[in-house]
């Protein structure tokens, strides 16, 4: 199982029709953003995170109008969350959970215990509560 979180601005990132963040928007923050550096060999807008990540490299690419990575840690979950604000977006899972605060996400790779998250209930759930 993976786990994929997504940088969106749609209220569920796989429907993102007119919300999208554009890979121009993508490129510019990474250019403003000393702590990321290209990796063009992975793609065109796949960006590698020299920040103080538990992971040799961490990585952000861009899809589809969304900014994803798959697994953060809680140092690169921490740096997304700062990129949510930066592109007036926020942070969703697989499920359109989201994740607003820094203790929302805590997950460390070395370790053999699933992710810490505090995310309210799913999209899809919250949708139908009524």
Known sequence: MSVELYI???EFWAQNEGKEITGDEWLAYV?????????????????LWMGNSKYEEPWLDWFQGNVKT??????????????????????????GN?????????????????????SPASWFKRLFRR
């Open 70 to 95: 798959k697994w953060p840690d809680t140092a690169l979950y921490r740096k997304m969350l700062r990129i949510a604000v930066a592109l007036q977006a926020q942070i969703q899972d697989d499920e």
């Open 31 to 47: 250019a403003s953003d000393p702590e990321f550096r290209l990796s063009p060999e992975n793609g065109k807008h796949f960006a």
């Open 8 to 10: 969106t601005r749609a």
């Open 98 to 118: 989201v994740y607003r605060t820094e203790s929302d996400w805590e997950f460390d790779p070395h370790s053999t215990s699933t992710p810490s998250t505090k």
